[in-house]
Every structure is written in structure tokens, then in C-alpha cells.
């Protein structure tokens, strides 16, 4: 099963002086995988990063009133 495979994972890893690492697409993943023993972390996909941000800056520009 997957989750048993994470565990192997860490486990080799350790065994062979190595980081486990993962590709975290979200905070939540994240949290979960360092808390599973994983210690290199690369965060986000750039399309998701991209996507957030211009999400930010058109909420503020719609919140923002209308030049007079």
C-alpha cells in the first residue's frame, strides 16, 4: 500500500544517508509529508503559484473603489 511505501521510503533513506524529499502542490501536503519524515521539500507547481498570485491581485483590484 502507498502509505507503507512512504515508510519504506524514509526508512531506505535513512539507511543510505540520504533526505527523502517530496513535491508538495499544497501547505497541507506539506505538512503531512515532513510530518511523515520527509525532509526536502519543493512547494507548489509554478501553473498553481501563478494562478494564486493573480488571484490575490485581482481580489484587491476588485475591492479596491473606483478612481474618482
Sequence with gaps: ???DALVRIVA???R???TPGFL???AMWA???L???FR???FG???LLLRDALRRGLDVMRASPPAS
Design 31 to 33: 505538512r503531512d509529508y
Design 12 to 14: 531506505a533513506c535513512a
Design 24 to 26: 508538495a502542490t499544497d
Design 16 to 18: 543510505h544517508g540520504k
Design 1 to 3: 500500500d502507498y502509505l
Design 45 to 47: 507547481i509554478d501553473t
Design 35 to 37: 510530518a511523515r519524515g
Design 40 to 42: 526536502m521539500m519543493a
